[in-house]
């Protein structure tokens, strides 16, 4: 029952980020996504019934969650573009803002999100294009990280499998084979550490607003709800 | 030199007012020897620091109200009396005669004075001593001791092992969170940067040692050279403005800056967070004694000794407070949140 309601209030604050923040997407916009987030997908469809908006996807490399976001913008009649992740540089020029949901809003005003966030944000920050992050309050948390590795540890994600487009030289091996293997897997030696964190932490300084439940909220105003909130 | 300072005091003063300060005079005559023992170590230097200041003065507080005895003229209403014949004249007398007073003891004798408002008009002689010295003994254990208590255990979810803490000057807060570190075993070394002419990290650098945590002594202008090495910079606190700036012991300000892509986290109670906000560094600052920058006189030289400087918000990543660390930006909300009834 609980469950229930609080699926229900979930619902009920996804409507209100995606009414507060549909406002901040003007006509003719290019708007850079990262990850597979709800908020921002009902925020960016509720915008796109009253403007024209173009939507760009990073792959969102090793789940690929930028194509599943791809593919539901599509559907839903969203211009659709998708880049890879290291083409966040190259492709930052051509867009007028990035939106972004997170797993986690931390006391310092920053977010901690899909991995990659924080090399967008930094990218963003240094070409003058507007970060927004889109999240219900229920995300904001008594964390108070000051640097990457400052994280709470976050369980162990699986050695990443380079899948179809890896290039042969990274497969080693050339044309289709019938060795049994999967076209395209990478074999590495164990001694070669992989290291593929779920999530980095994003500090405040480079996200421009808010999107929330509560309204439009700056990084500092965050503070100012959690101290009220755990008074 | 003399035009371009907005200091309130003219700098021609401090020829004057280091001269030395004797006991009593016409202004100490009707104090309390307490007052003016107080008042000279104040005057010495004998006793720094805002917390240790702020005790002291609480402490002699106490001693007073206990003593406190008004004349048969006296009837009804106390604490007219209370507050201009015992609170006032000794605040003032440390102020205007002994040294500047510091933003935490300013906060903490606000607080006495509505202390005072707060209490029943008739009250008797008896009950008024017992409920301000309760009163004042219970803000320097919730204030200060517990607050440094809570403080250490914030700040120690941040430090990890490995770690190399630079700390600057002396700051007992500080202090108490590299002891109790270490109590914990924890494997850290700590880098501590000192500067003239107070050399107040001397006093840092012995208590750690006594505890055997590896140390480093260097003085400020080897600051960039060890920076590299540092994990995250421990700073003391004399007072908070509202916009999230440190207000510290001169050379505060140059450690922020050298660390800048470092973490830097202010450890400061909060009842040293003043509503005022200050812009630069020059404005209101205090003067110290001249003759330690320089002995010696020059016709047209003058020593400037300064005591505190500004360190804007950005340059610090956290303020660990007892209700947690905050950005800088939060420092207004704390200041609204622990003062409820206060008016700012």
Same mark, same amino acid.
Do not use: L
């Given at each position: 029952q609980r469950g229930e309601r609080f699926a229900d209030i979930s619902l009920a604050a996804r409507d209100r980020i995606a009414r507060v923040g549909a406002d901040f997407v003007q006509d003719g916009h290019v708007i850079l996504v990262h990850g597979w987030s709800r908020v921002v997908a009902s925020l960016l469809t509720l915008a796109s019934q009253t403007k024209h908006i173009s939507v760009i996807c990073l792959e969102g490399r090793p789940d690929a969650a930028g194509i599943k976001a791809a593919k539901f913008y599509d559907n839903n009649g969203i211009p659709t573009k998708v880049v890879l992740d290291s083409a966040m540089g190259f492709i930052m020029e051509s867009v007028d803002m990035v939106l972004v949901g997170a797993e986690g809003v931390v006391e310092n005003g920053g977010i901690v999100n899909k991995l990659g966030t924080y090399g967008l944000a930094i990218c963003a920050k240094e070409h003058g294009v507007p970060f927004y992050v889109a999240a219900e309050s229920y995300k904001f948390a008594r964390l108070y990280p000051l640097h990457q590795q400052d994280l709470p540890p976050m369980g162990g994600l699986p050695r990443i499998d380079f899948v179809d487009t890896a290039c042969w030289q990274a497969t080693g091996r050339k044309g289709n084979?019938?060795?049994g293997g999967i076209p395209g897997r990478v074999e590495l030696s164990t001694r070669v550490e992989i290291n593929n964190p779920a999530c980095d932490f994003t500090p405040a300084k480079f996200i421009t607003l808010l999107f929330t439940d509560l309204g439009v909220l700056t990084t500092s105003a965050v503070s100012d709800e959690l101290i009220r909130l755990y008074q | 030199l003399h035009s371009i300072y907005l200091c309130p005091i003219d700098p021609l003063q401090h020829a004057d007012e280091f001269s030395g300060v004797t006991l009593g005079g016409a202004a100490g005559s009707s104090l309390d020897s307490a007052v003016l023992k107080l008042g000279l170590l104040y005057a010495q230097g004998v006793i720094r620091g805002g917390n240790a200041r702020c005790r002291a003065m609480l402490l002699v507080y106490c001693q007073l109200i206990e003593e406190y005895d008004p004349p048969a003229s006296v009837i009804g209403d106390l604490r007219p009396h209370l507050d201009s014949n015992l609170l006032k004249p000794a605040f003032q007398y440390w102020t205007e005669h002994c040294r500047p007073h510091s933003v935490s003891m300013g906060n903490a004798f606000t607080f006495l004075k509505s202390a005072v408002a707060s209490l029943e008009r008739n009250i008797s002689l008896g009950e008024l001593k017992e409920v301000l010295q309760e009163t004042i003994e219970a803000y320097i254990r919730e204030r200060m001791e517990f607050a440094d208590k809570a403080i250490a255990g914030h700040v120690s979810c941040k430090i990890v092992n490995g770690d190399v803490l630079l700390v600057y000057g002396h700051s007992e807060v500080i202090l108490k969170v590299l002891l109790q570190q270490k109590e914990l075993n924890k494997q850290f070394r700590v880098i501590c940067v000192d500067s003239r002419p107070l050399l107040e990290g001397r006093k840092t650098l012995l208590a750690l040692r006594e505890a055997c945590i590896p140390c480093t002594y260097i003085l400020l202008n080897c600051i960039s050279y060890v920076m590299k090495d540092v994990t995250k910079v421990l700073l003391g606190a004399s007072a908070l403005m509202t916009d999230g700036s440190l207000l510290g012991r001169v050379g505060t300000a140059c450690v922020a800056l050298t660390a800048q892509r470092k973490s830097v986290l202010v450890c400061c109670e909060t #009842?040293? @967070? &003043?509503n005022r906000v200050q812009l630069e560094s020059i404005t209101g600052n205090e003067l110290g004694d001249p003759n330690l920058v320089y002995e010696g006189k020059q016709e047209s030289l003058r020593m400037l000794n300064l005591l505190y400087d500004l360190t804007p &918000?950005? #340059? @610090? &990543?956290g303020i660990v407070t007892e209700m947690g660390i905050v950005p800088p930006t939060s420092v207004a909300v704390l200041l609204r949140e622990m003062n409820p009834n206060e008016i700012i």
């Open positions: 084979d019938t060795d | #009842y040293k @967070i &003043s &918000s950005n #340059y @610090i &990543s």
